[in-house]
């Protein structure tokens, strides 16, 4: 299947090469800015039979000469037009981020990186072939994980841009290995899997390297072209943290880097008078303030008594099941009235995502000079006078544990490698799965840390024990992804449903419900 093309990309390289005035290495690197050229071009090569598989397309110019890359560029006619900027957007976006990363993490070539992460583009232009319906809810589905996109997809049309991968990607090994793991971790439900269960698949440590680079590309990718996806630039950090050791500061730098690269581009291909109105847009964008509210008369007393605590600058602890709401209370209480710290700094901090070494340092920061680390600022400096949110707090080594206690009972701490310590002010959020005082009263957390941080509890109850909320939820969600579904018949069915759903994931279940109901009345309409 010949893929399609940008059609603003494929103009300006016709241009190009017409000319003959461009040199050729030039017209390669603009190559990777249009996944379908790309793609077709290293297939052909691959396909000719010629020994050894190339990956890249400076590779492919080597063997192929400049005609053959130049007939491929002129020889294509199947277009996409302006109402796929934002397809493109998000594609050079990704690709820009990737390639970034592959500079701080020397994965591989920085061609092979950025096509890694193309691919789930290329598979979704695959299913803009297949039914033209696909074009409907295109941008929608840019929006959300890659698992709820295959949940999506597989329901409305039977197949899914990661099966048309694997049934069309014939070349090179490298990237069909990419999309075998994608196909792996996401199953045929789309439910994502534990990124240890790679550990038992025949696959290359580079191969894996590769689908972490494209999660954190998306991730990033999604959280500058929709900040109001906010769990987006939070996913960002806590993979380029766990996966490259990349710091919250080095990853706002790539971003901004990333984004000034496409502006260029932009500008480049002449688009800039359309593209960029979607980074505008996105940095226009005004956050609403967060909102904790429930129809729960138990848990609404817990949440006003938390609340009354955290105008008394207590620490506070948030607790209960995976995605019962624990990060947007956490932004509620930053930014609730009463807050006294409301308009000093507020930071986070996922101690689940990086090893014992990097959490010392992302707490303390360094003197400079010392074991080869540079200069840098901890967070408990970063946040004086503020909030620091410490998620999956029960997830830190217990040497750590005893040493942040140490801390808290000095209001100072030291750099590494520096004699000199520093004086804090801080008021601690955390947030974990379970009660780090009975944990800690049971011996699996640190005692001393309990006492120094003597937080004050609030459990945040599952969906199915605070079903009178499940409906004002599901609004807030509809409406925050326009999800169109106002048909009041389907919404009276709806609310039926939630009276009786389990939602084993909590808002994770209720998201990927919804989000299929508004692609499917899209795709439909």
């Known amino acids: 299947m010949v893929q399609p093309v940008f059609q603003h990309t494929i103009a300006l390289l016709r241009a190009f090469v017409e000319s003959e005035n461009v040199p050729i290495q030039r017209i390669s690197e603009l190559i990777r800015y249009d996944p379908g050229l790309y793609f077709s071009t290293l297939s052909a090569l ?71 992460s193309s691919l789930p583009v290329l598979g979704m232009l695959m299913m803009l072939g297949r039914d033209p319906r696909y074009q409907k809810i295109l941008n929608f589905l840019l929006r959300i994980p890659m698992e709820d996109r295959v949940y999506i997809e597989q329901r409305i049309f039977g197949t899914d841009h990661l099966d048309q991968l694997k049934m069309q990607v014939v070349a090179p090994k490298l990237y069909r290995d990419v999309v075998t793991l994608m196909g ?62 990349i710091s919250e500061s080095e990853g706002e730098e790539l971003l901004a880097d990333a984004v000034a690269k496409v502006e260029a581009l932009c500008t480049e291909f002449k688009v800039d008078d359309v593209a960029l109105n979607y980074l505008a847009e996105a940095e226009s964008y005004q956050y609403p303030a967060y909102l904790f509210a429930t129809n729960n008369k138990a848990f ?23 995605n019962v709401g624990k990060r947007l209370l956490a932004a509620a209480l930053n930014e609730h009235p009463d807050n006294p710290r409301k308009d000093r700094p507020f930071l986070s901090l996922h101690c689940g995502s990086v090893d014992a070494d990097t959490l010392e340092l992302e707490l303390f920061g360094a003197k400079g000079g010392f074991m080869g680390l540079d200069k840098q600022k901890g967070l408990l400096a970063l946040a004086n006078e503020g909030t620091l949110l410490l998620k999956d707090v029960d997830r830190v ?67 199915r024990e605070r ?39 909590n808002l994770r279940d209720l998201k990927r419900l919804l989000f299929f109901l508004g692609a499917k009345s899209r795709a439909y309409a």
């Open 467 to 505: 079903r009178e909320d499940i409906p004002f939820i599901a609004e807030g969600i509809i409406d925050k992804y326009d999800l169109r579904l106002h048909d009041e018949a389907m919404l009276l069915g709806l609310y039926e449903y939630f009276e009786q759903e389990e939602f084993p994931e």
């Open 46 to 116: 691959n396909l000719s039979g010629r020994s050894g598989e190339v990956t890249t397309l400076t590779q492919a110019i080597s063997m192929i000469g400049t005609d053959v890359l130049e007939r491929t560029i002129l020889s294509h006619d199947h277009y996409l037009d302006q109402k796929n900027l934002l397809l493109w957007v998000y594609t050079v976006l990704s690709g820009e981020i990737a390639a970034h990363i592959n500079d701080l993490a020397h994965i591989g070539d920085e061609e092979e990186a950025y096509f890694s």
């Open 184 to 245: 792996v971790m996401f199953g045929p439900e789309g439910r994502r899997e534990r990124f240890d269960q790679a550990g038992r698949l025949s696959i290359g440590y580079k191969t894996l390297q590769f689908f972490q680079l494209r999660d954190i590309a998306e991730a990033g990718a999604q959280s500058l072209l929709f900040p109001l996806v906010v769990e987006a630039r939070e996913r960002f950090q806590e993979l380029s943290k766990r996966h490259f050791k």
């Open 300 to 322: 609404d007393a817990e949440l006003q008594a938390a609340y009354a605590a955290n105008a008394a600058d207590r620490c506070i602890l948030l607790y209960g099941e995976p």
């Open 397 to 463: 080594p217990v040497a750590i544990q005893e040493k942040l206690a140490e801390t808290l009972r000095q209001r100072s701490f030291f750099p590494i490698g520096s004699t000199t310590s520093i004086a804090f002010d801080v008021k601690l959020l955390l947030s974990t799965r379970s009660n780090i005082l009975a944990e800690a009263a049971a011996g699996n957390f640190s005692s001393a840390l309990a006492l120094q941080l003597a937080p004050h509890p609030i459990r945040i109850p599952p969906l």
